[in-house]
C-alpha cells in the first residue's frame, strides 16, 4: 500500500558507501544539571532518531563540581570486531557452528559530554558522521529496547511469582506502548536473574541451600563423581499433617518433570475434608527395587515410628510393590482397581475382538472386584493371583477411607505439572515452584479445615447429627447420609 513502509524496505546497516551526517541532531546549547540528565537526551535524541548511542569511555564518574569528568559517547557500531583467539580455538567452539555476528564497523560517530562547574554538563559534537545507514524498525535492538530499571523490578516481581515470560512481556508493553522489549530479552534478563541468585553455587549445591533455607527435611544419594542420582525431599508442613492423618498413603511416578529425565515420585496423603497433601517427592536415576527402597526409607524416617501407615495404594509396579514389602511390611498393600479395570478392557476388547463382549465381560469382573465378603468371592472366582490387593472382601478389612485407586496421587501429577509449566527445568528452578505449589496446598487444606468449622450444611436430617458440627468434616458428614 502507497504511504506504508514494507519488510523489504528495511536495512540491516548495510554500508551505502557515502556517510551519513547527523550531528545538527545533537547539538545544543543547553546546560544539564547531571551526567545523567546528559545521557538521557542523547539517547532519547537517538531513539527518535533510530541511533543507537553507548559510552564509549568516560573519566571523573559523575563528577564533583570541579569541571574534570568527561564522558564520551559513540554509535553502537563504533570500534571493529576483536576476536578472541582463547576463547575460539577451545575444542567445543571449534565442534561448533557458530551462527553469531558482529555490529560493529570502525562507525567514526563521536560526542563528548564535559563537566563545565558546579555539577553542569555541556555537549559537544566531535564527529558527526556514520558509515552505515540507519534500521528503519528499532525493536530488537539492543541499546534500545533494554528494559528500564522499573521494568526491572516489574520482571523480578512477576518471574519470583512464576509467571511465564510471554505474560511478563505482554504486562509490561501494556504499561509503556513505546517498549521495544522482545522476548529473548526477557529470557536475558531472567537468566541475569538466576546467575546473580546462584553466584559461584552449582545447580546442586544452589537446590541444597534452598531446601536448608525453608527447613526442608531431605536427602540425596550421590555416584563417586559426586553427581547426584536421587533426591527426596519434604515440606515441614506436610510432615505435621502426616503426624496426624498418617493413615493411608498413594504414591505413583510421573514423567516429563525435569531436563534430567529422572522420574519423579509423588507420595500423597488425605485429610479428612478430601483434601491431598504431597508427604514427599523423590527424583530418582531409576524405576529399580534399590531406587524406591531408598525413597521408601526416607519416607518412613518421616513418621512417628509408632503411627506408620495402614494402608499403602499403587499400580502394579513391581519394583515399587516389592519394595514396599520390604520398607513397610506392616503396612496393607492394595492395588489400584481403576487401573486394573482399565487393563481388563483393553485385553478383553484385543481378545475377543467385539465390544458388546467386552462390555459383559467387564461388567462380571466388576462384580468379582465388589464382592463384599470372601464367600461371595470365592462363588465367583478361583484364579486371581493378587486378590487381596484390591478385591474388596479383603480390602473392607482395612482402614483406606475409601481410597481404592491410585486417582489421588495422579491429581496431584496433573496439578503439579500445570504448576511446573515446563518438562526442562533443572532442579533448582524446579523446586522454587514446587515449593510455591506446597505453600498453596497447605493454605488450600486450612481452608477446608476452616470450612468445615464454621459451616452448616443445608441438610433437612442435620439436626440430628448437632453434636457433631464443627467436629467432623463436611465430607464425612455427606457419606454418611
Known sequence: ????????????????????????????????????DLQIFVRNVGQKNNIGIVVTASRGGDGKGLGDAVVYFGCERSLSYRRNKEKDNTSEVKNKKRSSGTKRCNCP????????SAGEWRLFVIDGNHNHDFPIYNVGRSIMSRLSEDEKLKAKEMTQAHVPPSQILISIKNENKENLTTMKQVYNYRQTLRKEEM?????????????NKESYFFSYRASPTDVVTDLFFANKKAVQLLHQFYYVLIMDC?????????????????????????????FLQDEKKDSFEWALQCTKALFD???LPEVIVTD??????????????????????????????????????????????VGRWNQIVHAETEVDYEEKNTWLIHAKKFVHAYTNKVLH???????????AHNALKRFLKTSTGSLDTIW??????????????????????????????????????????????????
Do not use: W
Request: aromatic share 10%; hydrophobic share 35%; proline share 2%.
Open 432 to 481: 522454587s515452584r514446587v515449593h510455591s505449589f506446597l505453600e498453596l496446598q497447605e493454605n488450600e487444606i486450612k481452608a477446608s479445615f476452616v470450612r468445615s468449622t464454621n459451616k452448616d450444611l443445608h441438610i433437612s436430617v442435620l439436626h440430628l447429627l448437632t453434636g457433631l458440627t464443627g467436629k467432623i468434616s463436611h465430607v464425612a458428614i455427606k457419606k454418611d447420609l
Open 316 to 361: 502394579r509396579e513391581y519394583a515399587l510393590m516389592n519394595a514396599i514389602d520390604g520398607v513397610f511390611p506392616s503396612s496393607y498393600h492394595m492395588l489400584c482397581t481403576r487401573h486394573i479395570a482399565k487393563n481388563v478392557e483393553s485385553r478383553a476388547k484385543v481378545g475377543t475382538r467385539s465390544e458388546i463382549f467386552a462390555r459383559g465381560f
Open 1 to 36: 500500500m502507497d504511504g506504508e513502509k514494507d519488510f523489504s524496505d528495511v536495512y540491516f546497516g548495510l554500508n551505502s558507501g557515502s556517510p551519513v551526517n547527523v550531528g545538527h541532531l545533537f547539538e545544543t546549547d543547553k546546560s544539564f544539571c547531571s551526567r545523567r
Open 254 to 282: 510421573t514423567y516429563k518433570t525435569n531436563k534430567y529425565k529422572m522420574p519423579l515420585l509423588q507420595i500423597v496423603g488425605c485429610v479428612p475434608t478430601g483434601k491431598n497433601f504431597v508427604v514427599g517427592l523423590a
Open 199 to 211: 553466584g559461584d553455587r552449582s545447580v546442586t549445591q544452589q537446590l541444597l541451600s534452598y531446601l
Open 305 to 307: 515410628q509408632n503411627h
Open 401 to 411: 477411607f475409601g481410597n481404592r485407586t491410585t486417582n489421588r496421587v495422579e491429581s
Open 109 to 116: 560517530f563521536r560526542l563528548k559530554g564535559k563537566e563545565i
